[in-house]
């Protein structure tokens, strides 16, 4: 079983920045493909951003290219989502996803370790 831990969600305005971790503690992230999803309330979960095993391989929505960017931090076993110039549309639940056999899928089923998620809220 891998454990994810999602940290650094909270309110903050329009146009500001929150950076959100995903920390798999005793894991080697290497091993795995990491990526983010959403869900904002009322809606079903939205791909955000993945990276392969290797971090080669990015992949992002288009919703969010050029504010959000997936950051993987292999020696301290964590991944970032650095979410810039943010909007009230991307208010929602923030849920970091793994799994050592998919690279980069944009498809939530095919990860099978979830962390509990963090809540990001962009107020107008």
């Known amino acids: 079983q891998v454990q994810l831990v999602e940290s650094g969600g909270g309110l903050v305005q329009a146009g500001g920045s929150l950076r959100l971790s995903c920390e798999a503690p005793?894991?080697?992230?290497?091993?795995?493909?990491m990526a983010w999803f959403r869900q904002a309330p009322g809606k079903e979960y939205e791909f955000v951003a993945a990276?392969?095993?290797?971090?080669?391989?990015?992949d992002y929505a288009d919703s969010i290219k050029g504010r959000f960017s997936i950051l993987r931090d292999n020696a301290k076993n964590t991944v970032y989502l650095q979410m810039n110039s943010l909007k009230p549309e991307d208010t929602a639940v923030y849920l970091c996803?793994?799994?050592?056999?998919?690279?980069?899928?944009?498809?939530?089923?095919?990860?099978?370790?979830w962390g509990r998620g963090t809540q990001v809220t962009v107020s107008s």
């Open positions: 996803v793994a799994d050592p056999g998919v690279d980069g899928a944009r498809s939530l089923g095919r990860y099978n370790y």
């Open positions: 005793g894991r080697t992230i290497s091993a795995y493909a």
């Open positions: 990276s392969s095993r290797s971090g080669g391989r990015i």
